[in-house]
């Protein structure tokens, strides 16, 4: 699990225009007739006439990109027609109140400035659906976001963010909310949140949360790198394919799990298990186990017909042997085993499993004594000589 790598980053506004302030008068023309104004990378100072410009030829679509802007000059609540704004990359510090006046505004992109808070007259923006904040420096967002009833994506990764207002479980419509790299410590409510199919807390400071059972159409659930003893009481979340609860503090995994019928990735590795539920079995799609850095001594034979596992983690745990049943695995490809209590190398692994392309015993306390040992170890690593991008990692 990776810090960013799961924070989406919203396709820039007004890519559709590359105007720029050398443009001829048809130029503008043009771009007017489309609803497009791009003035990315304009000097500040000659931003306003534009934007005057802009209220006076209905401009759908406004960019203001990378303009070193510290604050919005003023005309943008002039723009009534505006249905996106992008003012990202800049170095805004405050978004203006007169904002509230733009009542056609669909979606706004203020991310990657150094905005500490958002006006609560930003709670007029009625028809706001997708609201990007990710990369500033706020504490929190305002109370009035609970009336936005329109909005379904809201994106404030990366902030110094505290808590959420309470009101963000009114978001009926909300299908994604990325909250993740913040200070949070818990969540508020989540009982109306019946649409969210994405929800991205990871690198936080929570420790413990209210239910989420009112989540039923979440598809990606996103709680890493957090410091939570045990998880909040899920739902029948059958349409989720990824679940990552890793880098918590976690002894068990859900309880709800069998529910979890289309699940592909399951990632939970640095916590405290010391056991791998066998009710794993059950789930037809899983692809991907990672359950590396825990305290598991046993690897459930039940679980080695697994139809459609083809990654498994189990590194650094206490494992001392295999289940001779994963011999019969046609599905393996990845098997890391590193850092465990393995002192006899299964024989299987030698010739039974030719699919597996990637294998690793290392740092296991590898029993030479025994003769079996060495010949099943030479035996992989000849096998692994004829697998084309195989890689195996001994101990010799």
Not at 8 to 17: D, E, V, W, Y
Not at 151 to 160: D, P, V
Not at 223 to 250: E, I, K, T, V, W
Request: charged share 20%.
């Amino acid at each position: 699990s990776r810090r960013r790598t799961s924070a989406p980053i919203p396709q820039q506004l007004g890519s559709t225009a590359t105007a720029t302030m050398g443009c001829s008068s048809s130029t503008d023309s043009k771009r007017s007739k489309d609803g497009v104004l791009a003035l990315d990378a304009v000097p500040g100072g000659f931003l306003s006439s534009h934007l005057e410009q802009a209220a006076a030829k209905d401009t759908k679509d406004l960019s203001m990109i990378q303009n070193k802007l510290t604050t919005i000059p003023p005309g943008l609540g002039k723009i009534l027609t505006l249905t996106a704004l992008n003012c990202s990359e800049n170095q805004l510090t405050e978004l203006p109140n007169e904002l509230r006046l733009l009542v056609n505004l669909q979606t706004l992109d203020a991310s990657d400035n150094k905005i500490k808070r958002i006006p609560d007259e930003v709670g007029e923006l009625v028809s706001l659906s997708k609201l990007h904040l990710y990369k500033n420096e706020m504490s929190g967002l305002p109370e009035s976001l609970g009336t936005m009833t329109s909005l379904t994506e809201i994106n404030a990764f990366n902030n110094k963010i505290i808590r959420l207002p309470p009101t963000i479980g009114n978001l009926v419509n909300l299908t994604e909310l990325n909250a993740a790299d913040n200070k949070l410590k818990t969540m508020p409510k989540t009982d109306g949140l019946t649409n969210l199919t994405r929800l991205a807390l990871f690198h936080n400071n929570i420790v413990m949360m209210p239910p989420l059972k009112a989540l039923g159409k979440i598809v990606k659930l996103e709680l890493y790198r957090n410091q939570m003893d045990s998880l909040p009481a899920l739902g029948n979340f059958a349409d989720m394919d990824a679940f990552s609860c890793a880098h918590n503090r976690l002894t068990k995994l859900p309880d709800e799990i069998p529910s979890f019928v289309n699940l592909e990735e399951l990632e939970a590795s640095r916590n405290m298990l010391t056991e791998i539920p066998e009710t794993l079995a059950g789930l037809p799609k899983l692809w991907k186990l990672m359950i590396a850095s825990n305290n598991i001594s046993e690897f459930p034979a039940s679980l080695c017909s697994m139809p459609a596992l083809r990654t498994l983690d189990l590194q650094s745990n206490q494992i001392t042997t295999l289940p001779e049943e994963m011999a019969a695995s046609t599905t393996l490809h990845i098997l890391l085993l590193s850092g465990n209590q393995i002192a006899t190398i299964p024989a299987f692994l030698g010739a039974e499993v030719p699919q597996i392309k990637r294998l690793t015993i290392d740092g296991n306390p590898i029993n030479w004594d025994i003769a079996e040992n060495l010949i099943t170890h030479q035996a992989i690593a000849k096998r692994f000589e004829t697998i084309k991008d195989g890689r195996f990692v001994g101990c010799i």
